[in-house]
């Protein structure tokens, strides 16, 4: 897949014809995987294990995630990675907490193919802790710090960046979050709210209605990020 247009059923997630299988569990767009993986090896001349921690995801895979949100069987969390409790939230409060963490099903840069989540695999093993993907385990101390600095100073030499590097009042930093721009940076004006609406209409999704009615604000806020088009 190169910078032209790509079809609304893949940025939507609803299809991977543009993904190419990095591992049994992963896959991104052909040059996302082939820059990736001279990252990686970049990165192990500095002993710095990169592994992918989430790459491409399907509509499904989001939709899930949020489902599971929604209903409570995952927590959702403040700006802070805290669990906040839903219980006295308005059907908008909910879905703006959702989505300082999680993308809307067909609105995630995951389903692109272009961006991926990484860590240090062997710090984190080293470390006797299971992966969170939480702020904590990139800042001192983290056993992703150094992976952290590596990619201050190196990501952008292979095409990578970090879309979600400061809080602009929408998603949550992620220092984990990497993102192809040769490609991405093509594809984010190439989406279209009325695909996106006609889609979000056609499944079950918690909070729908409150979802569809505040649609352009939620693209603006969150997909967006505070991205000039």
């Known amino acids: 897949m ?23 569990h ?11 993986e001279a990252m990686q090896l970049a990165a192990q001349q500095d002993n710095i294990d990169i592994q992918l921690a989430s790459s491409f995801r399907s509509f499904d895979r989001q939709l899930a995630i949020w489902q599971k949100k929604w209903s409570g069987v ?31 099903p067909g609105a995630s840069r995951h389903h692109w193919g272009t961006d991926l989540d990484v860590f240090d695999k ?16 990139y800042e001192k101390s983290g056993p992703c710090y150094p992976l952290h600095c590596w990619l201050e100073d190196n990501a952008d030499k292979f095409g990578f960046y970090r879309p ?13 979050h990497l993102s192809y721009s040769p490609i991405s940076k093509s594809i984010i004006k190439q989406l279209h709210l ?31 990020n505070g991205i000039v088009q």
């Open 194 to 224: 009325s695909e996106l609406s006609k889609q979000l209409a056609s499944v079950n999704i918690g909070g729908k209605q409150t979802i569809l009615t505040h649609l352009n604000e939620l693209f603006e806020r969150y997909t967006l």
């Open 2 to 24: 190169s910078t032209t247009k790509m079809p609304a059923s893949c940025w939507m997630g609803l299809n991977d014809c543009h993904i190419q299988p990095f591992n049994q």
């Open 122 to 137: 062997k710090a984190v093993e080293a470390s006797g802790q299971s992966l969170q993907l939480i702020s904590a385990e």
């Open 74 to 104: 995952l927590p959702i969390n403040d700006i802070h990675s805290q669990p906040l409790d839903t219980s006295e939230l308005t059907e908008l409060e909910k879905i703006h907490a959702i989505m300082t963490w999680s993308a809307l």
């Open 164 to 176: 979600y590097k400061f809080y602009n009042g929408g998603v949550a930093p992620e220092a984990w």
């Open 26 to 36: 992963h896959g991104l767009v052909a040059a996302a995987k082939t820059a990736f």
